[in-house]
Nanobody, 124 residues
Framework: QVQLVESGGGLVQAGGSLRLSCAAS????????MGWFRQAPGKEREFVAG????????YYADSMKGRFTISRDNAKNTVYLQMNSLKLEDTAVYYC?????????????????WGQGTQVTVSS
């Protein structure tokens, strides 16, 4: 089992920045790819960004490229999502998840463990 706890969400104005963190405990963190997903009211959960177990490969949804950056610190068992130039449409609950394959790809079925989510609200 891997337990994941997100933090760093909140209310921010459009154009602002937030950094989300996801702390892992339980099983060894480093073999897992990690991903960030989000879900807005009335919408399906969507992939935001992913990172391989080593941190050597990162992946982003098209609408996040150039604005969001995913990173990880295996020594701290933590994955981060730096979000810049936030838009109203970025408002959602953000979830981190651990990918059993270690790759961090946009493949929902690969993610075995999920956090409870953190709310991000972008205001005008």
């Amino acid at each position: 089992q891997v337990q994941l706890v997100e933090s760093g969400g909140g209310l921010v104005q459009a154009g602002g920045s937030l950094r989300l963190s996801c702390a892992a405990s339980g099983r060894t963190f480093s073999p897992y790819g990690m991903g960030w997903f989000r879900q807005a009211p009335g919408k399906e959960r969507e992939f935001v960004a992913g990172i391989s177990w080593s941190g050597g490969s990162t992946y982003y949804a098209d609408s996040m490229k150039g604005r969001f950056t995913i990173s990880r610190d295996n020594a701290k068992n933590t994955v981060y999502l730096q979000m810049n130039s936030l838009k109203l449409e970025d408002t959602a609950v953000y979830y981190c998840a651990a990918d059993r394959t270690g790759r961090g790809l946009n493949r929902l079925f690969d993610y075995a463990y999920w956090g409870q989510g953190t709310q991000v609200t972008v205001s005008s």
